[in-house]
T-cell receptor, first 114, second 120 residues
Framework: QQQVKQSPQSLIVQKGGISIINCAYE??????FPWYQQFPGKGPALLIA?????SEKKEGRFTISFNKSAKQFSLHIMDSQPGDSATYFC?????????????FGKGTHLIIQP | GAGVSQSPRYKVAKRGQDVALRCDPI?????LFWYQQALGQGPEFLTY????????KSGLPSDRFFAERPEGSVSTLKIQRTQQEDSAVYLC??????????????????FGPGTRLLVL
C-alpha cells in the first residue's frame, strides 16, 4: 500500500497554544483524508476529514489544511487543551470504488502541558 | 446507542495456539473492517466485509489468518498457530454504507476498543 508519512512523531504544546501535525501522501488516486484521535486503551475515533477539492475545513477548534499540489495536509488544533492529549493519526482512502480500507500514518503523540 | 464491541479485550496465547477474536459491529452497519495495530504504529488494514461477503483480504499477513462474517453481522478473526510477531492490537471497525460508494464523503468508520493479543 502507498504510505502516508506523518510528522512529528511526538509533540509537546502549552495549554492554549496551536498544535500542528503534518502528513504527506504519494498516490493522487486517494481522495479522502481523515484524521483520527486515539486515547490509550481505546480505538481510533474520527476527528475531521477532507476531500482534495477543498483547501481547508474547520470544525470547532480543529482545522485541516490541504495542499493538493504539494500532496500534503495538516491538522491544526487551536487553543489546545490538556484533554486533547492523545495520539493522532492521519489516513488516506477512497470515496469511490475499491475496498482496501484506510492507510494510516504512524501517529503523533501529542501532549498538552497545563 | 451501542458502539462497536470486541472480545476478549485481552488475550494471552502460547506460541502455536489458535485464537479467535470477536467483533460486534454497530447494528445495521453493512461494512466491516479488521485492522492490526502494532505497538507505537498506526492501524494496518487486514480485510473488509460487505455484509457476509469478504471483498478484500489483501492485508492478511499469512494464511494463518482467517476472517468470517457468516450472517453479515458479527465477525470473527481467527489466527492459527500464533507466532510472537502476531502480538498486536486487533481493531474492528464498521460503517453504515457500502465502502467506496459514498456520494460525498466516505462513510465514517467507527472503531471498537480492540483486542490486545500477546503471544508468548
Amino acid at each position: 500500500q502507498q504510505q502516508v508519512k506523518q510528522s512529528p512523531q511526538s509533540l509537546i504544546v502549552q495549554k492554549g497554544g496551536i498544535s500542528i501535525i503534518n502528513c504527506a501522501y504519494e498516490n493522487t488516486a486517494f481522495d479522502y483524508f481523515p484524521w483520527y484521535q486515539q486515547f490509550p486503551g481505546k480505538g481510533p475515533a474520527l476527528l475531521i476529514a477532507i476531500r482534495p477539492d477543498v483547501s481547508e475545513k474547520k470544525e470547532g477548534r480543529f482545522t485541516i489544511s490541504f495542499n493538493k499540489s504539494a500532496k500534503q495536509f495538516s491538522l491544526h488544533i487551536m487553543d489546545s487543551q490538556p484533554g486533547d492529549s492523545a495520539t493522532y493519526f492521519c489516513a488516506q482512502g477512497h470515496t469511490g470504488g475499491g475496498a482496501d480500507g484506510l492507510t494510516f500514518g504512524k501517529g503523533t503523540h501529542l501532549i498538552i502541558q497545563p | 446507542g451501542a458502539g462497536v464491541s470486541q472480545s476478549p479485550r485481552y488475550k494471552v496465547a502460547k506460541r502455536g495456539q489458535d485464537v479467535a477474536l470477536r467483533c460486534d459491529p454497530i447494528s445495521g452497519h453493512v461494512s466491516l473492517f479488521w485492522y492490526q495495530q502494532a505497538l507505537g504504529q498506526g492501524p494496518e488494514f487486514l480485510t473488509y466485509f460487505q455484509n457476509e461477503a469478504q471483498l478484500d483480504k489483501s492485508g492478511l499477513p499469512s494464511d494463518r489468518f482467517f476472517a468470517e462474517r457468516p450472517e453479515g453481522s458479527v465477525s470473527t478473526l481467527k489466527i492459527q498457530r500464533t507466532q510472537q510477531e502476531d502480538s498486536a492490537v486487533y481493531l474492528c471497525a464498521s460503517s453504515l454504507g457500502v465502502y467506496g460508494q459514498g456520494g460525498g464523503m466516505q462513510e465514517t468508520q467507527y472503531f471498537g476498543p480492540g483486542t490486545r493479543l500477546l503471544v508468548l
